[in-house]
């Protein structure tokens, strides 16, 4: 499984004696699964809900980089210009498909979504650059811009650093009302892919291991070491951010799969605490950080997994609606044709 989350690239020393060593140590990481990736969903229930529904669509716009929150051929939004817009950005290994749900669900809160499309492995700074760009372009089309950006993830990393002040080309709009959203992501870098910024390593595999790295995660696989600028300089954010809530989980003992007897036979637990608390962003004015006690997939769901946890935070800070209490029966609905439970 080829990504960039959470390379679990190996917990073990390796001796560089040579490259009889070298080559060991190769096998090894090309052999390994990657499995830090929120994944696209295995099979699932979304098909029957109605694909790429914003509420009130009024006026049909197309905007670089961002599609409708399905897996479609269409690049059009549908869109009512008066009210906000939520963008979702997904990690990697995902596609904007991969919250198809969610933004259902924010749709039957009277809440439009669109999701960024972007290759996961290109440079984070591409990416991210995509992303402000296009978060200029759809304020263009918006009475009175108003933009949540809520990234999951890898996802999240890309969606802070599109709205930072000092990169080099931020959201130039200054009309627009930003807020972001993170959820399980690794501000402080990648604890498996430290190797991959092993500056000895890197010497004595000849350049090998930079490959290698390469070929597993693509052009990021620098950005997501904790000895990156990338990471170590995370930059503050752009004057129109208004607030960024940050989602932490706590992964331990979290399962993502059980067997038929109960035993668990894929973890959900991805990235660590101190993987996802890096203190220039926690603590970062506007930030407020929110801790979960959930899986790395199971807080925004999948099929068979409803993102409970999830829902109640965005609701309690704001993010999504509350549920009015007549309608609450047809959300416990939707909810279940969407993730099937």
């Given at each position: 499984?080829?990504?960039?989350?959470?390379?679990?690239i190996w917990t073990q020393s390796i001796a560089l004696a040579g490259m009889a060593a070298t080559a060991a140590?190769?096998?090894?990481?090309?052999?390994?699964?990657?499995?830090?990736?929120?994944?696209?969903?295995?099979?699932?229930?979304?098909?029957?809900?109605?694909?790429?529904?914003?509420?009130?669509?009024?006026?049909?716009?197309?905007?670089?980089?961002?599609?409708?929150?399905?897996?479609?051929?269409?690049?059009?939004?549908?869109?009512?210009?008066?009210?906000?817009?939520?963008?979702?950005?997904?990690?990697?290994?995902?596609?904007?498909?991969?919250?198809?749900?969610?933004?259902?669900?924010?749709?039957?809160?009277?809440?439009?979504?669109?999701?960024?499309?972007?290759?996961?492995?290109?440079?984070?700074?591409?990416?991210?650059?995509?992303?402000?760009?296009?978060?200029?372009?759809?304020?263009?089309?918006?009475?009175?811009?108003?933009?949540?950006?809520?990234?999951?993830?890898?996802?999240?990393?890309?969606?802070?650093?599109?709205?930072?002040?000092?990169?080099?080309?931020?959201?130039?709009?200054?009309?627009?009302?930003?807020?972001?959203?993170?959820?399980?992501?690794?501000?402080?870098?990648?604890?498996?892919?430290?190797?991959?910024?092993?500056?000895?390593?890197?010497?004595?595999?000849?350049?090998?291991?930079?490959?290698?790295?390469?070929?597993?995660?693509?052009?990021?696989?620098?950005?997501?070491?904790?000895?990156?600028?990338?990471?170590?300089?995370?930059?503050?954010?752009?004057?129109?951010?208004?607030?960024?809530?940050?989602?932490?989980?706590?992964?331990?003992?979290?399962?993502?799969?059980?067997?038929?007897?109960?035993?668990?036979?894929?973890?959900?637990?991805?990235?660590?605490?101190?993987?996802?608390?890096?203190?220039?962003?926690?603590?970062?004015?506007?930030?407020?950080?929110?801790?979960?006690?959930?899986?790395?997939?199971?807080?925004?769901?999948?099929?068979?997994?409803?993102?409970?946890?999830?829902?109640?935070?965005?609701?309690?800070?704001?993010?999504?609606?509350?549920?009015?209490?007549?309608?609450?029966?047809?959300?416990?609905?939707?909810?279940?044709?969407?993730?099937?439970?």
């Open positions: 499984m080829m990504g960039t989350c959470a390379i679990r140590f190769v096998a090894l990481l090309l052999a390994l699964s990657l499995g830090g990736c929120a994944t696209p969903q295995r099979e699932s229930a979304l098909e029957a809900a109605d694909p790429g529904r914003l509420p009130s669509a009024q006026k049909a716009v197309s905007v670089p980089g961002l599609r409708p929150c399905n897996d479609g051929a269409s690049n059009t939004l549908h869109i009512d210009p008066s009210q906000p817009v939520n963008i979702l950005v997904h990690g990697c290994n995902g596609s904007t498909g991969r919250f198809h749900a969610l933004a259902e669900v924010l749709a039957f809160h009277g809440q439009q979504s669109a999701c960024l499309a972007y290759n996961d492995r290109d440079s984070l700074m591409v990416s991210s650059g995509q992303l402000a760009h296009a978060v200029d372009t759809l304020a263009l089309h918006l009475d009175t811009p108003q933009i949540t950006v809520i990234g999951h993830s890898m996802g999240g990393l890309v969606a802070r650093k599109a709205l930072i002040a000092d990169r080099p080309e931020p959201v130039r709009n200054t009309q627009i009302d930003l807020r972001l959203v993170t959820v399980s992501a690794p501000f402080s870098g990648i604890a498996a892919a430290r190797m991959c910024a092993a500056s000895a390593l890197r010497v004595a595999t000849l350049g090998l291991n930079d490959l290698v790295c390469w070929l597993i995660s693509g052009d990021n696989w620098y950005e997501i070491t904790a000895a990156s600028d990338f990471i170590q300089k995370p930059g503050s954010l752009a004057t129109q951010v208004s607030r960024h809530l940050k989602v932490v989980t706590d992964e331990r003992d979290s399962c993502r799969r059980r067997s038929d007897t109960g035993r668990c036979i894929e973890s959900d637990y991805i990235f660590s605490l101190n993987e996802q608390r890096h203190p220039p962003v926690t603590r970062a004015a506007l930030t407020t950080d929110v801790e979960v006690v959930a899986g790395h997939v199971e807080i925004v769901g999948e099929s068979g997994v409803t993102p409970h946890k999830l829902i109640d935070v965005f609701q309690r800070e704001g993010i999504v609606r509350a549920t009015p209490p007549e309608r609450q029966s047809a959300f416990q609905a939707l909810l279940v044709q969407l993730y099937g439970q």
